[in-house]
């Protein structure tokens, strides 16, 4: 297994920064992992290389201004919610070309914010798409807790927390993580309705109408951001295509605990084994 770091241009002519793993042969599939909301490349680096190890050539990025280290500081990203959206199509255009060039299908696998990008990628031509703990950010099908405090986060912490610090500081604040002001400011307007992201973009309803790729979306009861009712409520944003839900139950699995990221983390690589890998796309055998 080896790594290849890339970039890819989006739109405004900034880059994207990504990181492919390799497999020591021909490729059996390709694989895209989409970052959650607040997660650099790096926390998939187990999970993309544990399928690198079994044949898949994965590529994992960061959205642009989400990682001081890759972008420099974040009070200096002009990043908006949506201009993510678009960084997760460019990418998924990029592995779109590595698919082809081997011959062989791509798996979109989206963390979160990650899984809500399928939405953008219907002229990308994905051949399956695995959505981990992905549901609607509307506060009203968020977990109990979050339903109960979320507002005053977007309506007074979030507003006066980014005024000052010219970013949103969540790590100091121990609320959520860092984020872009623009990132943050967009994504609470649409965490307040109903209706989400199509409150301020209603034309992208068609788009998502278009999806054709098969999902299945994994959610788990331990969440401690999105509910179960969150999960099923997203799902129905995608009325072209097929979705399995599937719930994770830890104790299946000999866990004792999943939550909203759990998945990706080495320590649970067995629902990798059970769960994931036989939901990605490869070339049929000869």
Not at 18 to 31: N, S
């Amino acid at each position: 297994m080896s790594t290849e770091d890339v970039s890819f241009l989006a739109d405004g002519g900034e880059r994207v920064a990504g990181r492919w793993f390799l497999p020591d042969g021909a490729p059996v599939g390709v694989v895209a992992i989409a970052p959650a909301m607040a997660m650099p490349m790096r926390f998939y680096r187990h999970t993309a290389a544990w399928l690198a190890e079994r044949g898949f050539a994965v590529l994992t990025f960061s959205y642009r201004g989400s990682d001081p280290e890759l972008y420099g500081p974040l009070r200096d990203s002009r990043a908006t919610a949506l201009d993510w959206y678009h960084d997760a199509e460019v990418a998924a255009a990029h592995a779109r070309a590595r698919a082809d060039a081997d011959g062989v299908p791509l798996t979109w696998v989206g963390h979160s914010f990650g899984g809500q990008s399928l939405g953008f990628l219907a002229d990308v031509g994905v051949d399956r798409c695995v959505m981990v703990t992905s549901g609607t950010g509307w506060r009203g099908k968020a977990a109990p807790t979050i339903r109960t405090w979320s507002p005053l986060l977007w309506r007074v912490i979030a507003p006066a927390a980014t005024a000052v610090a010219g970013y949103y500081p969540g790590r100091r604040l121990r609320i959520l993580d860092d984020l872009p002001a623009g990132v943050m400011r967009q994504w609470g307007r649409w965490c307040l309705h109903p209706d989400y992201l199509f409150s301020e973009h209603p034309e992208l309803r068609d788009r998502f109408a278009k999806v054709a790729t098969p999902v299945t979306a994994l959610w788990t009861a331990d969440d401690e951001l999105i509910s179960p009712e969150s999960i099923r409520y997203w799902s129905r944003e995608f009325p072209g295509t097929a979705v399995e839900l599937v719930e994770m139950r830890a104790a299946d699995h000999g866990l004792t605990r999943i939550g909203h990221s759990g998945f990706f983390r080495p320590k649970r690589a067995i629902l990798w084994e059970q769960i994931l890998l036989p939901r990605l796309a490869l070339r049929p055998a000869s």
